[in-house]
């Protein structure tokens, strides 16, 4: 990987942590028909989220699961089709704010929110799993810096061990990763932990490259002799 793109991605990140750090009170976004709340301390929607929100498709039969939720974006355009959604977040401030985010959309009786470490704590399997996790090794000293540093790739990491367990049989990943973070390297996670991963959507902004995979878990096939 070129040592300027990941130069110039951390002082990117770096601007963006400032900014979500100097935010002091709670505004409005639109993206594409919906308004959607920001709190402090919360991520707010970037390309790679308007990217994966204009590329997945719901059916009314779906159960999802939103994983690192932050503002709760993907939940709300869940929300217009799917039939359950499950959102969850490791900061208490994202929380909160996808809990405004559900009011505001009316969306309490099909959304449940849980302060967690990706999955819920119980077992219940999905149709379709959400997530925009954090790209970047990188030791994160608070809640923001969470928001896009990950020192270990811990995250990916665990959500790729236990991913499986929650997905139906048919069930399909929709994961968001970047260029500067190396795109071979979330490739190669997952095929080594059981996956098959495809490309199916791509965004560019200045030298940065924003890829949406569809991620399903690779099926055990049975020989007959
Ligand atoms: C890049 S933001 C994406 C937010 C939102 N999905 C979007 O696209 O706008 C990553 C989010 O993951 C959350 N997060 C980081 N580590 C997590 C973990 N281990 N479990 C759950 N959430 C986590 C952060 O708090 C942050 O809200």
């Known amino acids: 990987m070129p040592k300027k793109l990941i130069q110039e991605s951390l002082k990117i990140q770096k601007q963006l942590i400032k900014r979500i750090k100097s935010c002091k009170k709670p505004y409005m976004i639109k993206v594409e028909d919906k308004e959607i709340i920001i709190l402090p301390k919360v991520f707010p929607p970037a390309t790679d989220s308007i990217l994966l929100v204009k590329t997945v498709k719901f059916k009314s039969r779906d159960v999802v699961l939103d994983a690192c939720s932050g503002s709760g974006i993907y939940t709300i355009f869940a929300g217009d089709k799917a039939k359950k959604i499950i959102a969850t977040d490791i900061s208490k401030y994202a929380v909160k704010n996808i809990?405004?985010?559900?009011?505001?959309?009316?969306?309490?009786?099909k959304v449940t929110v849980i302060q967690s470490d990706i999955f819920p704590k119980s077992k219940i399997k999905f149709d379709i799993i959400l997530i925009n996790p954090p790209y970047t090794d990188k030791k994160a000293k608070d809640v923001v810096?969470?928001?896009?540093?990950?020192?270990?790739?811990?995250?990916?990491?665990?959500?790729?061990?236990?991913?499986?367990?929650f997905l139906k049989e048919n069930g399909k990943?929709?994961?968001?990763?970047?260029?500067?973070?190396?795109?071979?390297?979330?490739?190669?996670?997952?095929?080594?932990?059981?996956?098959?991963i495809k490309r199916v959507a791509k965004a560019t902004k200045n030298n940065r490259v924003y890829i949406i995979y569809e991620i399903k878990s690779r099926r055990l096939r049975h020989t007959t002799r």
Do not use: P
């Open 99 to 109: 809990r405004d985010n559900v009011k505001l959309h009316n969306l309490e009786d």
């Open 173 to 196: 990943i929709y994961l968001s990763w970047a260029n500067f973070a190396d795109l071979s390297f979330i490739e190669n996670l997952a095929k080594k932990a059981g996956y098959e």
């Open 145 to 165: 810096e969470k928001t896009v540093w990950d020192e270990g790739h811990k995250t990916v990491n665990k959500f790729f061990q236990s991913a499986k367990q």
